[in-house]
């Protein structure tokens, strides 16, 4: 079964860093676009960046100018640099990919916490 492996969260403080990581493994077919969500106590899950195998991103506009996706295709990695970050970033970052299977199959990480305190 494909498993998504996702690294990176933790507690930083406003204006600070963190690099989110991503790597799913278990299926044969090709990985197509990836991408973060990310849900708030109390909210739904919101798209964060997505990134097609061509590398075309698209970003919510609250975090244009401040995160940057990324991937490597050679290892089926995709990458979020999370910069100046605010406490409403404050979430569970959710991994996202989707494969080029007959079904166009989608499957979600378990999730990272970032906490951004003031």
């Known amino acids: 079964q494909v498993q998504l492996t996702e690294s990176g969260g933790g507690l930083v403080q406003a204006g600070g860093s963190l690099r989110l990581s991503c790597t799913p493994s278990?299926?044969?077919?090709?990985?197509?676009?990836m991408g973060w969500y990310r849900q708030a106590p109390g909210k739904e899950r919101e798209l964060v960046a997505t990134?097609?195998?061509?590398?075309?991103?698209n970003y919510a506009d609250s975090v244009k100018g401040r995160f940057t996706i990324s991937r490597d295709n050679a290892k089926d990695t995709v990458f979020l640099q999370m910069n100046s970050l605010r406490p409403e970033d404050t979430a569970v970052y959710y991994c996202?990919?989707?494969?080029?299977?007959?079904?166009?199959?989608?499957?979600w990480g378990q999730g990272t916490q970032v906490t951004v305190s003031s």
């Open positions: 996202y990919v989707s494969y080029l299977d007959a079904r166009r199959s989608k499957y």
């Open positions: 278990g299926s044969i077919f090709s990985v197509d676009t």
């Open positions: 990134i097609t195998y061509s590398s075309n991103t």
